[in-house]
């Protein structure tokens, strides 16, 4: 198999991990180059254009995106400007079989590029770059995480959870991409407390994030949003199935064996969509917070979706 057909038919396993590449191109010879970036071990994945790369984003979280400077449809300088004013920018670097003349290369860093590289005799340089910028991105991803990290569970804080809902709901002003997010407390935590004690009710609450953790995907954000209580905000996912995911995660706390609480640990969950059932993140917060309301009302142990049209009944965000 020849090095441009592993690249378009998938990915294989690099030698050594050095960072995701997101490769905008339709251009073959530019695709070769996809699987040479490979050989110097990053994970490269590949589109055929720029629309496709602002939609592939968020599926790709690519560290790097290495856009083609002759790509057709949203060209490499109008991705590298985008991406470069966007909440959390990407760096771009531009590269071509054209000459990378000053002029070349000073609109390109002008509109945001990190960079541009003529190919094939600057590819050497342009695989140094992308390690250089993928480094860099890894090393402020580290220190993030851990600001944005919560000290009992591992799973995001509010802070970083307020920040993903962002980033969903503007997701689908952009490209009409759904998110579901499903609020959840812990059943009678105060009672579990008060009878076996607070170190008790922390293993139940680090037990409750563990399965969060483990049913969420890696484009979902699971946080604990302070106390015992939870959120798992799940993109591109539908009101359609928003339900059956929140059911699992209900049965799967059901499920588990907490040993020290007599009678097992149940959760109440909440559920709400957008647009189905909220356009704003303060209306999807609060539509899902009315929600796990109903639920507690009707019982616990339990999973309430929101209507297609039920309004925002106040907001904790």
């Not at 002759?70 to 079989?97: C, M, N, W, Y």
């Not at 990190?114 to 220190?143: I, K, M």
């Not at 059956?244 to 020290?260: D, I, K, S, T, Y």
């Amino acid at each position: 198999m020849t090095a441009t057909a592993r690249f378009i038919n998938g990915r294989r396993e690099p030698t050594r991990d050095q960072g995701r590449i997101l490769l905008v191109t339709d251009d073959p010879r530019v695709v070769a180059y996809g699987a040479g970036l490979e050989e110097y071990g990053f994970h490269v994945a590949g589109v055929a254009g720029g629309v496709k790369a602002l939609v592939a984003l968020h599926s790709a979280r690519p560290h790097v995106v290495v856009a083609d400077a002759s790509v057709k449809g949203v060209t490499a300088t109008e991705l590298a400007r985008t991406l470069s004013d966007a909440q959390e920018p990407v760096p771009v670097i531009v590269a071509g079989f054209d000459p990378s003349t000053p002029e070349r290369r000073g609109a390109a860093m002008a509109a945001g590029a990190s960079d541009y590289f003529r190919l094939p005799e600057e590819f050497a340089l342009l695989a140094a770059r992308a390690a250089q910028l993928v480094g860099y991105r890894l090393t402020v991803d580290r220190l993030r995480a851990e600001a944005d990290r919560d000290y009992l569970t591992g799973l995001a804080n509010r802070r970083r959870f307020r920040k993903a809902l962002e980033q969903e709901v503007e997701r689908w002003r952009r490209y009409e991409i759904p998110c579901a997010l499903m609020l959840l407390d812990i059943d009678h935590m105060k009672r579990v407390n008060d009878t076996y004690g607070h170190p008790a009710g922390d293993r139940v609450i680090r037990t409750v994030a563990e399965v969060l953790a483990e049913l969420s995907r890696d484009n979902d954000t699971a946080a604990r949003l302070g106390g015992e209580e939870f959120a798992l905000l799940l993109a591109g996912v539908g009101r359609d199935k928003s339900f059956a995911a929140a059911e699992r995660v209900r049965l799967a706390v059901a499920e588990q064996p907490f040993e020290e609480v007599s009678g097992g640990v149940t959760v109440s969950i909440g559920v709400a969509s957008c647009p189905d059932s909220a356009r704003t993140e303060r209306e999807i917060f609060g539509t899902s917070d009315a929600a796990l309301y109903r639920a507690k009302q009707e019982g616990r142990n339990r999973v309430v979706l929101a209507s297609a049209s039920g309004p925002a009944v106040g907001s904790r965000i």
